[in-house]
């Protein structure tokens, strides 16, 4: 039987769906702190090594969040989770908006990250609950569209606002927050639950452990968060350091307005195109655009060895969004495909442990060599991006007999 239409799959999503794409939506517009959260250091005095501590104080956070949030969507529902993330989150928010000393900065920092992704895994989870497997792919395509809509607008939004004041990113961010737990706490459902004696994390450890391509595709989240964390740390500072004001047809264009609009291209172009480049490639081998995917994203990044105008960043920004869109239309399905039913929220947060060690990684490093050597961390961006391809489409990501997944799609 051939896969439904696009069209058939959009008729058969349920409500709750449409209200965690709308929240979705309005969530990711809100994302204002962290992309300029290593401009926001610099600019408060603070040397780009201790900003790169400071991100990786918040990444640690969500590295502790995935554990968390995967265990609670798990054991006392999905919707629970994501309203108290999200709670939780905001509040956090607005105390590391009034801090500025360096410890309260990298203290605060940590806290937020850990309260802010712990709805995560519940969100993903709760999309392969409530998502037959056959529309799945769709599914993810329309939630994409929706983070990357936000995503397109909201940097914009949020450079004009940090122009004027950092203090109101803070703010926008948490009270986006609040309005997804809201919706998630209202309109949304608990989705499939385990028991206590099975929603631990050690059944799903084992879980993992035998399922070989979920370890590759872990291995290479790692590797391609690093690579995908740049844009919010070495890229931003990069960007800081180059690109002066630009005055055009009698308009004066701050730097700050600038970054947000080269970042904001990078949402318009997934919301314009993710869907027809999806279609066109449909019949490509899964694994294999992932990988394509991961080394564009990656290589985008030497283009900034050879200019630093507001061109160069621009097209850097295009071959990167290429890639993210070769790669992460699929990733999310087939990382769906090989989770058991049961377990789909700390396999789903076991997927974030490995992003949120990529996240550290980059933050706690990245800066530092930076300081050094721009050039390097664009040529160690290409190796990541090369070995990340490898894992995901080498012999080690194919299935064993021990390892059951739940819908293979590669």
């Not at 554990?67 to 969507?73: E, H, I, V, Y």
């Not at 900065?105 to 712990?118: D, I, K, P, Q, R």
Request: charged fraction near 10%; proline fraction near 5%; glycine fraction near 10%.
């Amino acid at each position: 039987m051939s896969p439904p239409t696009f069209r058939e799959s959009l008729r058969a999503f349920p409500p709750a769906f449409w209200a965690l794409i709308g929240a979705t939506f309005v969530n990711k517009f809100g994302v204002f702190v962290v992309p300029f959260l290593t401009i926001f250091m610099t600019r408060s005095g603070f040397t780009p090594a201790q900003a790169g501590l400071t991100v990786a104080a918040y990444a640690a956070g969500g590295f502790l969040a995935a554990g968390l949030g995967g265990w609670m969507a798990d054991r006392v529902g999905r919707n629970i989770t994501m309203a108290t993330a999200s709670f939780t989150g905001a509040a956090a928010m607005m105390m590391l908006s009034q801090a500025h000393t360096f410890p309260l900065l990298v203290s605060l920092a940590f806290l937020t990250g850990l309260f802010m992704e712990a709805g995560n895994p519940a969100t993903s989870a709760l999309v392969q609950d409530i998502i037959p497997v056959e529309h799945r792919l769709a599914a993810y395509a329309v939630m994409r569209f929706s983070v990357n809509l936000g995503w397109a607008v909201g940097p914009m939004a949020a450079g004009f606002l940090a122009e004027h004041s950092f203090f109101w990113l803070f703010a926008g961010d948490a009270a986006t927050a609040v309005f997804f737990g809201l919706v998630a706490l209202i309109m949304l459902p608990k989705g499939n639950r385990g028991t206590r004696q099975t929603s631990g994390w050690g059944h799903a450890l084992a879980s993992i452990r035998r399922n070989r391509p979920f370890l590759a595709l872990a291995a290479a989240c790692v590797t391609i968060s690093i690579v995908f964390r740049q844009l919010t740390t070495t890229f931003a500072l990069h960007f800081e350091n180059c690109v002066p004001a630009l005055d055009w047809q009698g308009f004066h264009f701050k730097p700050l307005e600038l970054y947000g609009f080269v970042m904001a291209v990078n949402g318009m172009m997934i919301c314009l195109m993710e869907m027809p480049l999806t279609a066109v490639t449909r019949s490509w081998p899964v694994r294999n655009c992932i990988a394509m995917g991961y080394i564009g994203m990656s290589v985008s990044f030497l283009v900034l060895s050879f200019g630093v105008g507001l061109g160069a960043f621009l097209l850097a920004m295009v071959v990167f969004t290429f890639g993210e869109m070769m790669a992460f239309s699929r990733q999310q399905a087939y990382a769906a495909s090989l989770a058991p039913d049961d377990m789909r929220g700390r396999y789903s947060g076991f997927l974030s442990w490995a992003w949120s060690l990529g996240n550290i990684s980059a933050s706690a490093f990245s800066l530092g060599m930076y300081q050094y050597s721009p050039n390097l961390v664009w040529l160690s961006s290409v190796v990541l991006g090369v070995l990340g391809a490898l894992l995901i489409a080498g012999r080690f990501s194919r299935p064993v007999a021990t390892a059951t997944p739940a819908v293979s799609i590669s």
